[in-house]
């Protein structure tokens, strides 16, 4: 990651991680904000990735999370497989923020960086 966008905002250094990721969206605090590169491909409504990140990704963590507290030491995210991209939703103190990747990329490799841009 270069240096201008180690200052950046979550949403510029999150975009500057790989030339793949198609979509951010941060959900804390009971407030939804989102960012999306210009001219994708497949690329889904705003109305419906507004219900996903309202609705589907807090739940798919929440279901995740109690699984994982059961006896698998937690869940820190979830991947879902879309057949257009790879949605990476990882949890956070207050809420998550959901990455979306162009299918031929890999979310694991940039789980630690995404959780670094929201570091205290």
């Keep these: 990651m270069n240096s201008a966008a180690t200052n950046a905002d979550p949403y510029e250094r999150i975009f500057a991680l790989n030339n793949a990721?198609?979509?951010?969206a941060i959900?804390?605090?009971?407030?939804?904000?989102s960012r999306q590169r210009?001219?994708?491909?497949?690329?889904?409504s705003g109305e419906s990735d507004r219900y996903e990140e309202l609705l589907v990704n807090p739940t798919l963590l929440t279901l995740a999370r109690q699984r994982g507290n059961i006896d698998c030491g937690g869940a820190e995210f979830v991947i879902v497989g879309y057949g257009n991209f790879l949605q990476l939703v990882v949890a956070l103190p207050d809420g998550h923020v959901s990455v979306c990747f162009d299918r031929a990329a890999d979310p694991l490799d940039h789980v630690e960086a995404i959780r670094k841009a929201f570091a205290p």
């Design 21 to 24: 990721i198609r979509y951010v």
């Design 27 to 33: 959900y804390r605090a009971g407030k939804l904000q």
């Design 38 to 44: 210009e001219g994708l491909a497949g690329a889904s």
